[in-house]
């Protein structure tokens, strides 16, 4: 049997005015953010979905509940580096994983290495992340707010 585990995470908010827009643990310059508990970061939950959902450790409500402990705007890289610990203890490490961001704006090509560094640094693996359009279908082409979706891969760490 093989030590490979994958996982699929995906994420969705909507735009609200009066916060900041932060996107795989970047700020970007933009009239509004995503509302959430956290700071609405959906690249950053989607991977931390994924992640959780590879070495079977339940999904990012369960495990950050909005209405438990969980701070309020809590930065959503935080709880990247506390889901990735678990995997860790739970014998994973991950081999890369690949972001998808949904949504007509903002665009992230000019910022893409940036996010892929922030996300890669709390994982001290390689993450890759894209951006696509749906062709103002839906809530997301309705510029309404974002969504994202992410893959991770899992090893199993050897032990001596």
């Known amino acids: 049997m093989s ?6 995470g995906v994420d ?10 932060v996107l795989g643990g970047v700020r970007f310059d933009y009239p509004r953010g995503l509302a959430g508990h ?3 970061d959906v690249i950053t939950h989607a991977l931390i ?17 909005s209405e438990g402990s969980t701070p309020e705007g809590i930065d959503s890289l935080e709880l990247l580096r506390d889901a990735y610990a678990r995997v860790r203890e739970a014998g994973y490490e991950l081999v890369n994983a690949d972001c998808v961001l949904i949504g007509q704006e903002p665009r992230i090509a000019d910022r893409r ?9 709390v994982v ?3 993450v890759s992340v894209r951006a696509t359009t749906t062709d103002h279908l839906g809530f997301t082409g309705r510029g309404e707010g974002l969504a994202a979706q992410a893959v991770a891969l899992l090893d199993a760490v050897k032990r001596v």
């Open 49 to 65: 979905d994924a992640l959780l959902g590879a070495a079977a450790l339940g999904d990012i409500g369960s495990l950050f509940p």
């Open 3 to 8: 030590d490979l585990r994958v996982g699929l």
């Open 38 to 40: 956290s700071d609405g």
């Open 12 to 21: 969705a908010h909507a735009f609200a005015d009066g916060s900041p827009l």
């Open 124 to 126: 001290a693996a390689p």
């Open 113 to 121: 290495g940036e996010l892929e560094a922030k996300l890669s640094e």
